[in-house]
């Protein structure tokens, strides 16, 4: 990433840049320190620099276990730096150039319009440049598919695990049902138990989830040294586990009350 900047400095003075937080501590360097820099791999051609501070790189899942040891020049000297042998100056070339819009929903359009007033270049929006066959998009249809899978197993297991809850208390309601009692009536008391149920349960993982995001976040920004967010439990994701949880516990409880309520009263009763 290149910082531009178009100021003249004395020849005596050397020039400054910034260097990521992981080369100042692989390196021992601090700011005001000296260092030599070049562009070939035998040091042929250095330039002395000043460090003028330390920046965190910005977190890049692509990136992931790398040691980011970067330098951000001025361009002027990068380009001096980097000028090939015989190169007048002004005469060099970019491949790439990174466009921030005011408004990210107008890439589309601005790139339409680049590609029609300027044939040959190519625009496209950087959130759209590796298709719909990306790595990140391969892996959330992954994870899509996993949590579909984890939701129908999890709903199976609820049922099944609501069924014994239930069947525990078929003495009850059968002298519930023998003392008159209608079944509808049993039904909403079973029903309102189920909602309040499945309401505890929900608020329970989501403050379980909410302390081990600390936790998780924590552990693999040390293990792979980023600032990268691996887990974010934000009120979005909070409020759709909350619409399939509660839907889910209450339909389970009506389920295993109503198979259990078919019953006779009097067969409910004996034990």
């Given at each position: 990433?290149?910082?531009?900047?178009?100021?003249?400095?004395?020849?005596?003075?050397?020039?400054?840049?910034?260097?990521?937080?992981?080369?100042?501590?692989?390196?021992?360097?601090?700011?005001?320190?000296?260092?030599?820099?070049?562009?070939?791999?035998?040091?042929?051609?250095?330039?002395?620099?000043?460090?003028?501070?330390?920046?965190?790189?910005?977190?890049?899942?692509?990136?992931?276990?790398?040691?980011?040891?970067?330098?951000?020049?001025?361009?002027?000297?990068?380009?001096?730096?980097?000028?090939?042998?015989?190169?007048?100056?002004?005469?060099?070339?970019?491949?790439?150039?990174?466009?921030?819009?005011?408004?990210?929903?107008?890439?589309?359009?601005?790139?339409?319009?680049?590609?029609?007033?300027?044939?040959?270049?190519?625009?496209?929006?950087?959130?759209?440049?590796?298709?719909?066959?990306?790595?990140?998009?391969?892996?959330?249809?992954?994870?899509?598919?996993?949590?579909?899978?984890?939701?129908?197993?999890?709903?199976?297991?609820?049922?099944?695990?609501?069924?014994?809850?239930?069947?525990?208390?078929?003495?009850?309601?059968?002298?519930?049902r023998l003392i008159g009692l209608p079944t509808r009536?049993?039904?909403?008391?079973?029903?309102?138990?189920?909602?309040?149920?499945?309401?505890?349960?929900?608020?329970?993982?989501?403050?379980?989830?909410?302390?081990?995001?600390?936790?998780i976040n924590r552990f693999f920004q040390w293990r792979?040294?980023?600032?990268?967010?691996?887990?974010?439990?934000?009120?979005?994701?909070?409020?759709?586990?909350?619409?399939?949880?509660?839907?889910?516990?209450?339909?389970?409880?009506?389920?295993?009350?109503?198979?259990?309520?078919?019953?006779?009263?009097?067969?409910?009763?004996?034990?």
């Open positions: 990433m290149l910082v531009a900047a178009g100021a003249v400095r004395a020849a005596e003075n050397p020039a400054s840049v910034l260097i990521s937080r992981q080369l100042a501590e692989g390196e021992h360097l601090s700011v005001g320190d000296t260092v030599r820099l070049a562009a070939a791999a035998d040091g042929s051609g250095a330039r002395e620099f000043r460090i003028a501070g330390v920046y965190e790189p910005t977190p890049d899942p692509v990136k992931l276990g790398a040691v980011i040891r970067e330098v951000r020049l001025h361009l002027p000297d990068l380009l001096e730096l980097t000028r090939q042998p015989g190169m007048p100056a002004g005469s060099e070339y970019v491949r790439n150039i990174n466009v921030a819009l005011v408004d990210p929903n107008d890439a589309r359009a601005f790139a339409r319009d680049v590609g029609a007033r300027m044939p040959g270049i190519a625009a496209r929006p950087a959130s759209g440049a590796a298709g719909s066959t990306g790595p990140f998009v391969v892996l959330e249809r992954f994870h899509l598919a996993i949590a579909i899978v984890t939701i129908i197993a999890s709903t199976v297991f609820l049922l099944a695990l609501t069924l014994m809850l239930v069947d525990e208390r078929r003495p009850t309601v059968g002298v519930l009536r049993i039904l909403v008391q079973l029903f309102i138990e189920g909602v309040l149920i499945a309401t505890a349960g929900s608020l329970f993982g989501l403050v379980l989830a909410l302390g081990a995001e600390g936790i792979y040294d980023t600032a990268l967010v691996f887990v974010r439990v934000t009120p979005e994701v909070a409020a759709v586990c909350v619409a399939i949880a509660v839907p889910l516990g209450v339909s389970a409880t009506v389920v295993a009350a109503w198979a259990l309520l078919r019953r006779n009263g009097l067969s409910l009763a004996r034990r």
